[in-house]
């Protein structure tokens, strides 16, 4: 079985920065990072998760259009770690972040981690 298992957030002010950390382990844990799509999600309060960064198993990215130019998602395949950074908060990127393996037959996500950016 396959966890995901995210680190980094916490309680920033508007215009600083954070570094959210997801790692993935358990049975097979290498092979299953290395073939997936990973994402990250967030969802604020009252609202629907929704995608912020997508990482490929090649290295491609894509964006949200509210997250372009200020968000960096990475991935370490030897280490089965996707990273996100996150610069120049504003308070509508509070929510709660999640770390998604997505690949054939896997689709997983991790329990969160709270981002809250005070104004």
């Known amino acids: 079985q396959v966890q995901l298992v995210e680190s980094g957030g916490g309680l920033v002010q508007a215009g600083g920065s954070l570094r959210l950390s997801c790692k993935v382990s358990g049975t097979m844990s290498g092979t299953i990072f290395s073939t997936s799509s990973m994402g990250w999600y967030r969802q604020a309060p009252g609202k629907q998760r929704e995608l912020v960064a997508v990482?490929?198993?090649?290295?491609?990215?894509n964006y949200a259009d509210s997250v372009k130019g200020r968000f960096a998602i990475s991935r370490d395949n030897a280490k089965n770690t996707v990273d996100l950074q996150m610069n120049s908060l504003k308070s509508e990127d509070t929510g709660v972040y999640y770390c998604?393996?997505?690949?054939?037959?896997?689709?997983?996500w991790g329990q969160g981690t709270q981002v809250t950016v005070s104004s």
């Open positions: 998604n393996a997505r690949a054939i037959g896997i689709f997983v």
């Open positions: 990482i490929t198993s090649g290295g491609s990215t």
